[in-house]
């Protein structure tokens, strides 16, 4: 393990999975309590960032097996943000970009959910409220007007 390798001592998965799963616990609830109080309590949200030129969005989803049981599948939806994209080097063999401001986001929770607590990301790293143009990408999928 690579971290075992830096401190020059051994380390078992579990003490790393605990410690992955305490701090995931405490983001999940920061930002479910960003999500209660706008979308629940109705307060109003606005970034502080430049208003962008474009703000594009691509959506998709993705079925994961579940541990909780035999054949029970789970739909992971995933969201990423961007105001463009920029040119990594102009003189790499191949033309590689980089996206600009980028904001992900990724939850199993219905569309609806999904969408709000994908805007507050992009609110706060795109200010998406003053965005003059907005591009949404999918595949179509039943769920994704929903957002």
Known sequence: MLLSAEIGEEISHYPIHRWVQRKGKVLREEEDQKWQVTFEYGAAVEG???AKEIVVTEVDATMIHSQEGKGRNIAVKLGIM???KE???ETAKYKRY???DKALYGG???AQE????LYLKGEE???LSKAENMLIIGDGDQWIPAI
């Open 48 to 50: 502080e960032g430049e």
């Open 82 to 84: 961007y105001s463009g």
């Open 87 to 89: 040119l990594e080097s």
């Open 98 to 100: 980089w996206l600009k």
């Open 108 to 110: 199993i929770e219905e």
């Open 114 to 117: 999904f969408g709000e607590k």
């Open 125 to 127: 790293k795109l200010t």
